[in-house]
């Protein structure tokens, strides 16, 4: 019954993850799932509030079951969060359980994608190229470790992005 095993898209902020999932799910009639917005339904809260009440460590522990629970389904293409391959739990989880596509692209393109942005708590500071400088020192070696595919999406459309990870898939 199933010809593809589920797609996770992986990657930083800004790279495009849920604009090019919802795509990809439509060529391949599939469901398409994004985990922060799964998170922010099942809590009555936007991500921001989350991150206030509860801090980083708890908008994570939610983070981790949502996405143990995602990626339990089968045929669906998830996107997830830009931190969570912070935690080895959910790189497991990400790598057993399906093809993992990592959604490269630059600071800069993050800063243009995220410039007037307000649902992103780790975004609302002074210096925000620092902090995308960091986190992808930080993060890109977990992508990487992470992912069976890496895909550029800086100047090219949603569609090219599609159309690629569709052949190598
Ligand atoms: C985060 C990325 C966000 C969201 C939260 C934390 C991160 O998701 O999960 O604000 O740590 O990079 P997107 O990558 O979809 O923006």
Redesign the pocket.
Known sequence: MQELPNVFLIG???AG??TIGRLLAAELSREFFDS?HVIQDRCGAD?PWIFDVEGEQG?RLR?MQMIDELTQYEGIVL?T???AVLREENRRALRERGTVVYLMTTVEQQLKRTARDRN???LQCADRERVLND?FTQRDPLYRATADIPVRTDRRSPRAVVNEILRRV
């Open positions: 930083p902020m800004g993850k849920s922060d991500i908008f983070e996107a969060g830009g931190g992103r708590p780790l986190m």
